[in-house]
């Protein structure tokens, strides 16, 4: 069984960085789809991005991180990174780690695509 813990949140100023951790344990990463969602006070839970393979070109954000988030994976460390620049308010919320298998590539910001799931880390991004 995969389980996943996430850690690194915490607050932060507008513009800051963080950068979230999320270890993996039972199963190799590498044969699964990892990505991470979030839970913004308020708004429904929403795909962020996701790595479809261990390739580069199936990475995925969406866009109101594109150009500011980046997702990473260490195979040797079986664990998932998100690399997180300038930071806003609005990126406040409880960032989960997820990771599935089959995940369809036009589906990736779907939660019922994801079968296993962190228990959350909150990031608050405030002055």
């Known amino acids: 069984q995969v389980q996943l813990v996430e850690s690194g949140g915490g607050l932060v100023k507008p513009g800051g960085s963080l950068r979230l951790s999320c270890a993996a344990s039972g199963f190799p990463l590498d044969s699964l789809a990892i990505g991470w969602f979030r839970q913004v006070p308020g708004k429904e839970r929403e795909g962020v991005s996701c790595?479809?393979?261990?390739?580069?070109?199936?990475?995925f954000y969406t866009d109101s991180v594109q150009g500011r988030f980046t997702i990473s994976r260490d195979s040797a460390k079986n664990s998932v990174y998100l690399q997180m620049s300038s930071l806003q308010p609005e990126d406040t919320g409880i960032y989960y780690c997820?990771?599935?298998?089959?995940?369809?590539?036009?589906?990736?910001?779907?939660?019922?695509?994801?079968?296993?799931w962190g228990q959350g880390t909150q990031v608050t991004v405030s002055s």
């Open positions: 790595m479809l393979s261990t390739s580069a070109s199936t990475k």
């Open positions: 997820v990771a599935g298998q089959s995940v369809r590539t036009w589906y990736w910001r779907q939660e019922q695509e994801w079968r296993h």
